[in-house]
């Protein structure tokens, strides 16, 4: 293997990848049942099936958060651009907090900055890929890396353009939001693919 | 590695833009701007959660000296937000209903009438009075209508980016650093205490005599400023088309001879609004009926103190909360906790007003860092008359 390193970090990004996957399901799962159990008297046997789901979503979300950085930071020694990767994922969660807890024009601001982050992570993550498969001569990773950065990048700038439009007609943004987060899902299920490839790429004994 | 500097340099590039950018967001929003309360009042309102206040009140300083949206929930459970602006024009009254429609669905809008009873327009063009509006909403289709429509050409892009208007103000920064923390406040916090109310804690001592006790028998009329009247047109042809239950209202004022014309136009108004079906309540011609005591309750001749607004609030909020119109909405458990801490501040407000005209001091009152520290002081019990 010739990046033992970064084999072992695209690994855990993957997995963090997966567990963050079904972190949304069960969290999914959890909102469905409170829709539904709020239909009805509130009966305390509704509430494990609505909390337990949220724990699991909960748990599940922290131990993706830890593996990408443990993921991130063991790439890095292979390649610099994990670093940088690794840099903004904590630039990305700081902002979250700060918006998370502030409310008007600062809360806006510095979720933009969390979403740039994490766009930022993403690209970067992606040329560090880039980068092993072109030491490794794999013309098609390098095709698909530069594919899932384009579409990405893309599919943030529709999304931002998308957001001005309730400015100038109003109560659109739920049939926007939908939009947007089908173009969103979908550059996600091409970097998710991109990693994929790049996993079973790096696994390979040359 | 054509491809990856192609790629970082393209990050590194958006990302001192977006350094930029957000730099100047921040100095237009927290630093280089002209922050009073009017700023405080308007963005609070935006902070609301959506479709979640039952009434909002649209005016000048009139309705946002007179009524209590705190003692208002306290006493009957209904939410308001006094989403008004000193001075405001007209035009603003109009863009203001718009803001509320987009943003909220209240099932009352009340608008205080000072904005249609001047005696001419010269207020619709005074730029301090249409920035102190203006420069606090955010972007949105309805301010660049007005912009758009209202606003010389010379002046659009401040109105746009208010950093060009105001970009000098550094220098006063020592000054400015009270309300430049109570905006940091406003917006770390996610509500305003206070929904809007201020007042200054006075009570108003004139050698001029009050005429409040003539204004019921009052029934003559004066024509309004047709520019102001056909803005009144307009709004009521909007509340039409879009099915809004809009009252129209006048506070109580300390009326005097040099202020009588308005009277007659609030009388003119009166029967305009009757002929095209809409409810007005002209409190001011029946402020003793309301208990205005002329004599302690106001702070200058068109405003009341917490004296008089608190009973002027208890009058029309008992009136709103006995109208069908008035839908009192459901409140998840944090809108109730965050209300009651409305109520608190208000009572609280009421004792330190009341604190002060006792020893004779004057001071404003509203919400700002100094403000709020001294209220910590008074006690949060309900208010009773």
Same mark, same amino acid.
């Given at each position: 293997m010739r990046f033992p390193k970064g084999y072992a970090g695209v690994n855990k990004l993957f997995a963090s990848e997966i567990i963050n996957i079904f972190s949304s399901v069960m969290f999914f799962v959890a909102s469905v049942f409170a829709v539904f159990s709020s239909q009805r008297i509130v009966n305390p046997q509704y509430l494990p099936i609505i909390v337990i789901p949220l724990i699991a979503a909960g748990l599940m979300s922290v131990v993706a958060f830890i593996l990408q950085l443990v993921g991130l930071g063991q790439a890095k020694k292979d390649d610099q651009m994990f670093k940088t990767a690794f840099a903004f994922v904590f630039v990305g969660v700081a902002a979250s907090v700060v918006s998370f807890m502030s409310g008007g024009t600062l809360s806006n601001i510095f979720s933009s900055i969390s979403e740039v982050s994490s766009l930022i992570v993403s690209v970067y993550t992606i040329l560090g890929i880039y980068n092993f498969a072109e030491k490794m001569d794999n013309a098609s990773i390098m095709l698909n890396a530069k594919i899932t950065i384009i579409i990405g990048a893309s599919a943030f700038a529709v999304a931002v353009i998308l957001r001005m439009v309730p400015v100038f007609f109003p109560r659109t943004e739920y049939m926007l939001d939908l939009f947007v987060s089908v173009t969103e899902l979908t550059a996600y299920i091409i970097f998710l693919i991109c990693l994929g490839r790049a996993r079973g790429m790096l696994a390979e004994k040359k | 590695m054509k491809f990856q500097n192609y790629v970082t340099r393209t990050v590194k590039t958006a990302c001192f833009f977006l350094a930029v950018m957000m730099s100047c967001l921040l100095l237009q929003q927290y630093v280089l701007r002209n922050v009073d309360h009017n700023s405080l009042r308007v963005e609070g309102f935006y902070q609301e $959660?959506? !479709? /979640? =206040?039952d009434a909002v009140f649209i005016g000048a300083s009139d309705i946002y000296t007179s009524f209590m949206p705190g003692r208002a929930y306290e006493k009957y459970g209904f939410t308001s937000y006094l989403l008004a602006s000193e001075s405001i024009t007209s035009e603003g009254v109009i863009t203001a209903v718009k803001e509320v429609v987009r943003t909220q669905h209240p099932s009352l809008i009340i608008i205080e009438a000072n904005a249609f009873l *001047?005696? !001419? /327009?010269d207020n619709e063009t005074n730029e301090a009075h249409v920035h102190k509006f203006f420069d606090n909403l955010p972007f949105s289709i309805n301010k660049l209508n007005y912009i758009n429509r209202k606003v010389p050409v010379d002046n659009k892009w401040e109105y746009m980016f208010p950093l060009i208007k105001y970009h000098g103000l550094w220098t006063e920064l020592p000054d400015r650093v009270n309300m430049m923390q109570s905006n940091f406040n406003l917006d770390l916090r996610g509500y305003n205490y206070l929904k809007g109310f201020r007042t200054t804690a006075k009570v108003f001592k004139s050698d001029t005599p009050s005429l409040n006790s003539q204004l019921p028998y009052e029934t003559g009329e004066l024509d309004l400023d047709p520019e102001l009247q056909q803005n009144l047109f307009d709004l009521l042809d909007y509340s039409k088309e879009n099915n809004l239950n809009v009252i129209f209202v006048r506070a109580p004022h300390y009326v005097t001879k040099d202020t009588y014309d308005r009277v007659k136009r609030s009388n003119k108004m009166e029967s305009i609004l009757e002929e095209r079906g809409f409810d007005y309540y002209a409190f001011e011609n029946y402020s003793e009926l309301i208990g205005i005591d002329d004599s302690r309750d106001f702070y200058n001749e068109d405003h009341m103190n917490v004296y008089g607004a608190i009973k002027f609030t208890d009058f029309l909020a008992e009136g709103l909360a006995n109208d069908d119109d008035l839908k009192i909405g459901e409140q998840s458990e944090a809108q109730q906790e965050m209300w009651k801490e409305v109520s608190a501040t208000t009572n609280r407000l009421y004792r330190y007003c009341d604190d002060l005209m006792t020893n004779g001091e004057e001071k404003g009152a509203q919400e700002d860092v100094i403000t709020l520290d001294a =209220? $910590?002081? *008074? /006690? !949060?019990?309900p208010i009773e008359r």
């Open positions: - | $959660e959506r !479709d /979640s =206040l *001047y005696g !001419d /327009s =209220l $910590e002081n *008074y /006690s !949060d019990a």
